[in-house]
């Protein structure tokens, strides 16, 4: 077996990923500069967000984690791998085109499932119009997920990584030439850069496909469109894909519970929507990126019967996930109004904005650890392709987040999605480690993870009291101009030497073991 170079694909898929979150915040702040949290930008947020929520489901949520652990046995047994890869590309693209069409046309039902709040009002039918126009994107950029499942499971992470980039990109440039463009004024102004956005959309998601489309090629995986054509294997991948669109995509459906609760409170949408952007930049960076590179190796690892180097592998893609955001998880609870003010508080987005949306960053970063977790714990199903546990635990996940989210909305507001979100998070672990128990061995952390997870969260807590007691030394330095980001630039260098310094004194890590550990790959 040549093994998947764990953390080398790691620490790859993290740079890129780290590249497109810090581009994800430029476009980010550019739209809340533009837009506020308005009528516009809640409606366009919406309709971004619907094919976004469907391709958990289709791509990263359902298809792929049924396909990557089929299509990573097949390279590792030298089973056609590329006539399975074809097969499955055309039947996706297949159902995906009939997908979209139904979308577009029933695009009021869609809007109406997530975000009823909407309706009577202005942002209704503005998000159906810019829905319609955006949803195509559902189509191009679920290919470009199971092209990316071929690339990651045979060890090539940079395009796929990469390609988000795009996205963001495409975004920043339609907002600066619409907003040099646009010769309308006030609300008028704001719903012709909405629509231009809307555009945007499908045409970064061709973008995407088509980078990684020439990857996979030069891979020797040149997949075509085609007649898609019904195999007793793509029959398989359909019946372990079914359940892994609701386990893939719990925290999808339970942000969309949450959206449907923000509906109903003005700029509430808006709010919890930069709130995401904010704790998505460490899920993404590190969750995400272990997530993609740990599935693979672990079903070739199982298809090699080497059921101890995937134990290592679980548990030091575990280690490394909480040694990077439990610290991450802290700061977003220690310094949320310097972060979302200096970030956002421009233009149209006003200080009430500010003290909202911090809030809702602050208890996002309480599920952090959880959310990332979960992306080292369902690959260990996933990989032994196990969608059913993984689908009743994220079943009673969904049911404890409505109750949560629907349930506290009338006493505490908006803040209720965002405490469903996070405490179902936990749940969800919960869950899965004891569904794990039923794997041996392979599914239980070993001694060195549970001496160093101590010392993690001491060497957060640490750095925890350290930034509130400098951000409060420096509040007059957050007000407005350009001081406000060396404030801020000056609060996070803080926040990272004193983590990795009380870490390092402690034992929480090494830290000539992140070097060596790229080195090695």
């Known amino acids: ?53 469907f391709r958990r489901f289709f791509a990263e949520g359902a298809f792929n984690m049924a396909f990557v652990p089929m299509f990573s046995k097949k390279v590792e047994g030298d089973d056609d791998p590329h006539r399975f890869a ?22 009021p039902a869609l809007v109406t499932i997530m975000a009823s709040g909407f309706i009577g009002t202005e942002r209704f039918d503005l998000a159906v119009y810019y829905g319609r126009i955006a949803f195509p994107y559902i189509l191009f950029i679920s290919l470009t ?14 395009a796929a990584a990469a390609a988000p980039i795009l996205l963001n990109v495409i ?16 609300p008028e102004g704001q719903t012709t850069i909405g629509q231009s956005l809307a555009y945007a959309v499908p045409v970064a998601g061709l973008a995407q496909l088509a980078v990684v489309w020439i990857a996979a090629k030069r891979a020797g995986y040149a997949l075509r469109i085609g007649m898609p054509k019904i195999t007793p294997e793509l029959k398989r991948l359909a019946i372990i ?26 700029g509430a949408v808006a709010w919890l929507s930069y709130a995401d952007r904010l704790y998505q930049l460490p899920l993404g960076v590190v969750g995400i990126a272990i997530g993609v590179v740990l599935l693979p190796d672990l079903s070739r690892r199982l298809r090699a019967g080497d059921e101890s180097g995937g134990r290592d592998a679980f548990n030091r893609a575990s280690e490394i996930s909480l040694a990077l955001t439990v610290p991450a998880s802290v700061a977003l609870l220690a310094i949320p109004l310097p972060l979302v003010s200096v970030l956002f508080e ?19 970063g309480l599920g952090l650890p959880a959310f990332v977790l979960q992306k080292t714990l369902q690959p260990l199903f996933f990989a032994r392709e196990d969608t059913k546990r993984p689908f009743y635990y994220a079943l009673i996940a969904m049911v404890l987040n409505a109750a949560l989210a629907i349930g506290l909305s009338p006493v505490i507001g908006f803040a209720a999605a965002a405490i469903g979100t996070s ?3 936990w749940a969800m672990v919960l869950m ?40 409060t030394a420096m509040t007059p330095f957050f007000g407005t101009g350009i001081q406000r980001y060396l404030a801020l630039l000056i609060l996070v260098i803080i926040g990272i030497v004193s983590y990795f310094g009380i870490g390092h004194l402690i034992g929480a890590f090494k830290l000539s073991e992140f070097r060596r550990n790229l080195r090695r790959g």
């Not at 997920?145 to 940079?158: C, D, E, I, K, M």
């Not at 920043?172 to 619409?178: G, R």
């Open 145 to 158: 997920a199971l092209l990316s499942g071929v690339l990651n499971a045979t060890g090539r992470f940079t």
């Open 1 to 53: 077996m040549k093994p998947i170079r764990l953390m080398s694909g790691f620490f790859t898929v993290g740079l890129w990923t780290l590249l497109s979150r810090v581009m994800g915040f430029v476009r980010d702040i550019m739209i809340a500069a533009y837009l506020g949290t308005g009528p516009v930008a809640e409606a366009f947020l919406v309709a971004f967000s619907l094919p976004n929520l």
């Open 432 to 471: 899965l480690l004891r569904g794990a128990r039923t794997m041996g061995d392979a599914g239980k952390f070993d001694s060195r993870f549970k001496q160093r997870l101590g010392r993690i969260v001491l060497a957060s807590c640490g750095m925890g009291v350290i930034l509130t007691l400098t951000a």
């Open 241 to 266: 894909a079914a359940p892994a669109a609701l386990a893939g995509g719990v925290v999808q459906i339970n942000l969309l519970v949450g959206r449907q609760v923000a509906s109903f409170f003005d």
């Open 171 to 186: 975004f920043v440039a339609t907002l600066i030439i619409a907003g040099l463009t646009c010769e309308c004024a006030g």
């Open 423 to 425: 405490l179902t998070g």
């Open 86 to 107: 074809q097969d499955a590309f055309v039947g996706l693209g297949g159902i995906l085109t009939v997908f979209t069409v139904v979308g577009i046309i029933f695009m």
């Open 346 to 364: 421009r233009g149209a987005f006003t200080s009430d904005d500010t003290a909202a949306t911090a809030l809702a960053v602050a208890i996002y």
